[in-house]
């Protein structure tokens, strides 16, 4: 490959998202990553991919606030770029407590208003919760509602991004799943390779975290290379 205009090290969400959006624009792209393509060793892999500026208003910068607004139009354009479907939903975020919480969930109603005017924060009692969220049924006498907000499915996000990269042809040098033997990158990799039922790309054993190696050095940070 001819020199790269861009190479970046880090290919969770945004690493993915970035290399992503520069390829489409014509730039040549290099990413590497310490995990596999399932994303696997990123924050990403473990978040619940809520989409909430509003609800965040609360203890981030207005700064903030305003640049999670905008992604929240962005992201159904983009997901409908991208060659996999990705699960996303804008049907607003609840806010729920324990009748012993009440009064945090005053405080937050009011910090959240006081920090950020624009917010469309509703007060809402049982029935409406029910019909918002029939899973909860009427467990909870009132709740905080933000309409509007989103939620995105990040494991399908992380390999439609995948999916998209080889797509633009941008060059990704992923690591490939490792057993716990092998492996020189984190726990979370192993355990996720688990997860998945993937192969270690060294020996071929299916990956367990079970296994003796990952007994022995779970209080160590990583694993070693080739150790016994
Ligand atoms: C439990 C949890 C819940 C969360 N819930 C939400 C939520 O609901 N909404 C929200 O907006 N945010 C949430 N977040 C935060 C969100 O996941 C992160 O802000 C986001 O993933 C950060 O993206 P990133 O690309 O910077 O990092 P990551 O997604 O963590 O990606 C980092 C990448 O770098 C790779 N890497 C690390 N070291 C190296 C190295 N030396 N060489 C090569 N590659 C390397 C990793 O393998 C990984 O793929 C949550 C986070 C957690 C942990």
């Given at each position: 490959m001819s020199r790269p205009d861009i190479a970046l090290v880090g290919g969770g969400l945004l690493g993915r998202l970035l290399a992503w959006r520069a390829a489409r624009t014509g730039l040549k792209v290099v990413l590497y990553d310490a995990a596999s393509s399932?994303?696997?060793?990123?924050?990403?892999?473990?978040?619940?991919?809520?989409?909430t500026p509003a609800a965040e208003a609360v203890n981030a910068d207005a700064e903030i606030v305003a640049m999670g607004r905008h992604s929240l139009s962005l992201w159904p354009q983009w997901l409908a770029q991208l060659p996999q479907p990705v699960f996303f939903r804008d049907t607003g975020t609840l806010l729920l407590w324990h009748q012993e919480d009440a009064g945090e969930a005053s405080y937050f109603e009011k910090m959240l208003t006081a920090?950020?005017?624009r917010t469309n924060l509703l007060r809402i009692d049982a029935a409406r919760l029910e019909e918002l969220e029939p899973a909860l049924g009427t467990r909870f006498q009132q709740a905080l509602y933000l309409p509007g907000e989103a939620q995105?499915?990040?494991?399908?996000l992380l390999t439609a991004l995948a999916a998209a990269?080889?797509?633009?042809?941008?060059?990704?040098?992923?690591?490939?799943?490792?057993?716990?033997?092998?492996c020189v990158v984190s726990y979370a990799s192993v355990i996720a390779s688990t997860l998945l039922g993937?192969?270690?790309?060294s020996c071929g054993r299916k990956i367990?975290?079970?296994?003796n190696q990952y007994r022995k050095r779970r209080s160590l940070g990583s694993f070693r290379a080739g150790s016994p």
């Amino acid at each position: 490959m001819s020199r790269p205009d861009i190479a970046l090290v880090g290919g969770g969400l945004l690493g993915r998202l970035l290399a992503w959006r520069a390829a489409r624009t014509g730039l040549k792209v290099v990413l590497y990553d310490a995990a596999s393509s399932f994303g696997e060793g990123s924050a990403a892999w473990a978040a619940a991919g809520m989409i909430t500026p509003a609800a965040e208003a609360v203890n981030a910068d207005a700064e903030i606030v305003a640049m999670g607004r905008h992604s929240l139009s962005l992201w159904p354009q983009w997901l409908a770029q991208l060659p996999q479907p990705v699960f996303f939903r804008d049907t607003g975020t609840l806010l729920l407590w324990h009748q012993e919480d009440a009064g945090e969930a005053s405080y937050f109603e009011k910090m959240l208003t006081a920090r950020d005017p624009r917010t469309n924060l509703l007060r809402i009692d049982a029935a409406r919760l029910e019909e918002l969220e029939p899973a909860l049924g009427t467990r909870f006498q009132q709740a905080l509602y933000l309409p509007g907000e989103a939620q995105v499915d990040n494991r399908a996000l992380l390999t439609a991004l995948a999916a998209a990269l080889e797509e633009v042809r941008a060059t990704c040098y992923w690591h490939p799943p490792l057993c716990a033997r092998h492996c020189v990158v984190s726990y979370a990799s192993v355990i996720a390779s688990t997860l998945l039922g993937l192969h270690c790309a060294s020996c071929g054993r299916k990956i367990g975290c079970r296994c003796n190696q990952y007994r022995k050095r779970r209080s160590l940070g990583s694993f070693r290379a080739g150790s016994p």
